[in-house]
């Protein structure tokens, strides 16, 4: 019993469910996965270049950092996403945002392009670049798609400073 102001008393009761909650630590948030380190191998390295190329192209732009999520590369300006790259089944495929005007067009007309899962309905779109079928890659249209992509992901005053 705890007395209070007026003199009566009252009753202190401490419920399992209170005690509990008392108990219980705070929980810690999980860590952030760990960016890649400079000049580590990607498990993505292969033959012919490809991702080294890709890798060359996306690095160039202001801030432009790598980082292995989901398995693959992304490249990212200010952790967002602006690219990535990753290879099934032997062919190599990357992924870019565009308009929606655009991403409309290149699927229908290409049919290297596809609307990217999860992501195409922002705009996004996969681009197969290495199929034998395909023919050799056009490394200039590879830049000119990812450029695009970075101009739309990146703040203002960054991608002011890239040149189409």
Request: hydrophobic share 35%; net charge positive.
């Amino acid at each position: 019993m705890v007395s209070t102001k007026a003199g009566t008393t009252k009753s202190t009761k401490t419920t399992k469910k209170t005690a509990t909650k008392k108990a219980k630590a705070p929980t810690k948030k999980a860590a952030p996965p760990a960016k890649k380190a400079a000049g580590r191998a990607s498990k993505m390295e292969g033959s012919g270049g490809t991702l080294e190329r890709f890798r060359a192209i996306c690095m160039g732009f202001p801030e432009a950092s790598e980082v292995e999520a989901w398995g693959h590369p992304t490249f990212r300006v200010r952790d967002k996403i602006f690219a990535a790259i990753g290879r099934e089944n032997g062919v190599w495929s990357f992924g870019v945002k565009t308009t929606f005007e655009m991403q409309a067009g290149l699927v229908a007309t290409d049919p290297r392009f596809t609307i990217a899962k999860y992501v195409g309905k922002h705009g996004w779109v996969n681009v197969r670049i290495d199929e034998p079928n395909d023919g050799p890659v056009d490394w200039n249209e590879v830049r000119a798609l990812v450029t695009g992509s970075y101009k739309m992901i990146a703040p203002k005053t960054l991608a002011a400073r890239v040149d189409d």
